[in-house]
T-cell receptor
């Protein structure tokens, strides 16, 4: 079956530090890949996505590249802010091979300190 | 309008009560979802509606009953819940059922006493 593995947290960084959150996946077919962010007390927000190999998704300074050869979709940001403190979920959707259901990673909690 | 609106934001109910959670979107999305999220865990899929028809039921207990009155509305009827059902209930929608990514609501924080 499909699965998503994220680096374990929590991750604590100082403001303006470089962020990487690792995500690897296992899936049949050609999945689409997503990063969602969940701020305290809120629902999840779609942060970025990529639908095919070598696509780069980007939003709000965050980037992730769909690497089929390494089955990875690592999230990066060059300079984090305190406001980026949240839980980040990597997810995949394998379309018709899985009835369109998404598979989520366990989430990585990021805390950014001033 | 690019939002999914959920009401109420908080709900406390007894184990013998009947209550309903409501979800609304006006983005023209044809797939709508109910998820359950426990603290510090990823969301777990409960139900999927596609074109107003129930598409997926992830073996959810019958004390949870979904309803899709029209393409913009999704309800979750609750009856005889257990304390372990306390969680954040999230509604989401997507353009179609597939690889499009979800728009989530802010959720209903449910406490069963």
């Amino acid at each position: 079956g499909n699965s998503v593995t994220q680096m374990e947290g929590p991750v604590t960084l100082s403001e303006e530090a470089f962020l990487t959150i690792n995500c690897t996946y296992t899936a049949t077919g050609y999945p689409s890949l997503f990063w969602y962010v969940q701020y305290p007390g809120e629902g999840l927000q779609l942060l970025l996505k990529a639908t095919k190999a070598d696509d780069k998704g980007s939003n709000k300074g965050f980037e992730a590249t769909y690497r089929k050869e390494t089955t990875s979709f690592h999230l990066e940001k060059g300079s984090v802010q305190v406001s980026d403190s949240a839980v980040y979920f990597c997810a995949l959707s394998a379309g018709r091979t899985n009835a369109g259901k998404s598979t989520f990673g366990d989430g990585t909690t990021l805390t950014v300190k001033p | 309008d690019t939002e999914v609106t959920q009401t109420p934001k908080h709900l406390v109910m007894g184990m013998t009560n009947k209550k309903s959670l409501k979800c609304e979107q006006h983005m023209g999305h044809r797939a709508m979802y109910w998820y359950k999220q426990k603290a510090k865990k990823p969301p777990e899929l409960m139900f999927v509606y596609s074109y107003e028809k129930l598409s997926i039921n992830e073996s959810v207990p019958s004390r949870f009953s979904p309803e899709c009155p029209n393409s913009s509305l999704l309800n979750l009827h609750l009856h005889a819940l257990q304390p372990e059902d306390s969680a954040l209930y999230l509604c989401a929608s997507s353009q179609e059922q597939g690889d499009y990514g979800y728009t989530f609501g802010s959720g209903t924080r449910l406490t069963v006493v």
